[in-house]
T-cell receptor, first 111, second 113 residues
Framework: DTGVSQNPRHKITKRGQNVTFRCDPISEHNRLYWYRQTLGQGPEFLTYFQNEAQLEKSRLLSDRFSAERPKGSFSTLEIQRTEQGDSAMYLC?????????FGPGTRLTVT | QKEVEQNSGPLSVPEGAIASLNCTYSDRGSQSFFWYRQYSGKSPELIMSIYSNGDKEDGRFTAQLNKASQYVSLLIRDSQPSDSATYLCAVNRSGGSNYKLTFGKGTLLTVNP
């Protein structure tokens, strides 16, 4: 069990650029989640996959955000036309049932 | 009313004492409850889950759940300086396809040597 991995760990981008993050879940977990966390706040739910199906999306996930899990394994989260308000830690988690295990996160800084 | 509320702290306890962390939630349909520990600059780490009313013990940690009062707590016995972190309460409504977690803002715990 190697745990959830995320890449890159840090990303600095200029406003208006597109960025893509990758998450590799724990191998036997069929559920995968994306959360966003800003300083002083708990993680906020963004979206959830069961296998390759995206079953729920938060209204926090604007049209500039898209997530995929094409073969039910790894997932990508893309942010188009980044804004300074997108600066946050983007967390991926996976689960077999209800207990979710988080990856190390990708810290995004938009300048 | 916020969905999941925690006292933001900081909560300061001496080494060896019992630390008590509290959480209330607003959704009566909530079925699953979790405590995560988050060190500064790191991601949340699952330390306890509880699904039924009562107490659940795991080592120095005890989670307590009271669904009638919509209250969940975490006790840390024999607190150590390494327990100094932010503790996040998370709640899941469960059922159907809804597995998302709703988090509180967290309580910062400081254990003084």
């Amino acid at each position: 069990d190697t745990g959830v991995s995320q890449n890159p760990r840090h990303k600095i981008t200029k406003r208006g650029q597109n960025v893509t993050f990758r998450c590799d879940p724990i191998s036997e977990h069929n559920r995968l989640y994306w959360y966003r966390q800003t300083l002083g706040q708990g993680p906020e739910f963004l979206t959830y996959f069961q296998n390759e199906a995206q079953l729920e999306k938060s209204r926090l996930l604007s049209d500039r955000f898209s997530a995929e899990r094409p073969k039910g394994s790894f997932s990508t989260l893309e942010i188009q036309r980044t804004e300074q308000g997108d600066s946050a830690m983007y967390l991926c988690a996976s689960s077999e049932y209800y207990e979710q295990y988080f990856g190390p996160g990708t810290r995004l800084t938009v300048t | 009313q916020k969905e999941v509320e925690q006292n933001s702290g900081p909560l300061s306890v001496p080494e060896g004492a019992i630390a008590s962390l509290n959480c209330t939630y607003s959704d009566r349909g909530s079925q699953s409850f979790f405590w995560y520990r988050q060190y500064s600059g790191k991601s949340p780490e699952l330390i306890m889950s509880i699904y039924s009313n009562g107490d659940k013990e795991d080592g120095r940690f005890t989670a307590q759940l009271n669904k009638a009062s919509q209250y969940v707590s975490l006790l840390i016995r024999d607190s150590q300086p390494s327990d100094s972190a932010t503790y996040l309460c998370a709640v899941n409504r469960s059922g159907g396809s809804n597995y998302k977690l709703t988090f509180g803002k967290g309580t910062l715990l400081t254990v003084n040597p």
